[in-house]
């Protein structure tokens, strides 16, 4: 909304019926549906249709990842998103997701001391809005944090703290770089640098093969996107520990 403008967000509950509309998208049942609308400039007839295309974006420093992300997450936990724009008026963008009367109790296990921890963490990813919530939750838990944008920088960080009195103790990074070195290319150029790297590998995609080979491809580790401060400590604590 680059003249500013008011973002209007509603949630409500939704029984979808063989006779609703959303049933070629949804199975029969109950669900919560959250409609997000904007007061921009719309997106173009043109471009509507690939708004969830990976890589696909209007934006000169834009990933394209972040629409395929949603879709993928909401469709994994069988939910449907769909987006409505008027050009030059609004964007509406619906999501539903089942909803249940069984109250989730607390994990009593499997769940991370959020105690401080200490250490210096390098956050390689081409996301800005990854890199600031990376900052917020290493900080957080304790950690030192720095960031890169692409694996040929995130290589040349690395080695320069090397040289110094506080090198790196752990690495994260993403898979997919467009544009630039992304974490299969970086990972090796980091083993030849530093073979005792800890290096966990994070993406969106949990059936890329590194993903679920991650260890042969010279990983330690994986963070699945999205994380929470949850999965990055454990995930963290377990590297760090050498797990």
Do not use: C, W
């Amino acid at each position: 909304m680059p003249a500013g403008g008011v973002i209007r967000i509603r949630a409500e509950n939704k029984t979808i019926s063989a006779r609703s509309p959303e049933s070629q998208q949804l199975k029969k049942g109950k669900y919560i549906r959250i409609i997000i609308q904007d007061a921009g400039v719309g997106i173009p007839a043109g471009v509507i249709s690939r708004v969830f295309d990976p890589y696909f974006t209007t934006k000169p420093r834009g990933s394209g990842l972040g629409l395929s992300t949603s879709y993928s997450i909401v469709k994994k936990h069988n939910g449907h998103i769909e987006i409505e724009s008027k050009e030059g008026k609004e964007t509406t963008v619906t999501l539903y997701l089942p909803a249940t009367n069984t109250r989730r109790e607390p994990a009593k296990d499997g769940t991370a001391d959020l105690s401080l921890a200490h250490g210096k963490i390098l956050l390689m990813d081409d996301d800005e809005f990854i890199l600031d919530l990376g900052i917020d939750m290493l900080s957080y838990l304790g950690y030192e944090v720095a960031t890169a944008r692409d694996g040929s920088i995130a290589i040349a960080m690395y080695k320069k703290a090397m040289k110094t009195k506080h090198p790196f103790d752990a690495v994260i990074m993403d898979i997919t770089i467009p544009g630039g070195m992304g974490g299969g290319e970086t990972i090796a150029k980091l083993r030849e640098l530093h073979p005792g790297a800890r290096v966990l590998v994070s993406s969106g995609y949990s059936n890329n093969p590194i993903m679920s080979n991650y260890r042969d491809h010279g990983f330690d580790g994986v963070l699945t996107k999205p994380y929470d401060i949850n999965d990055v400590s454990i995930a963290l604590r377990d590297l760090l520990a050498g797990r």
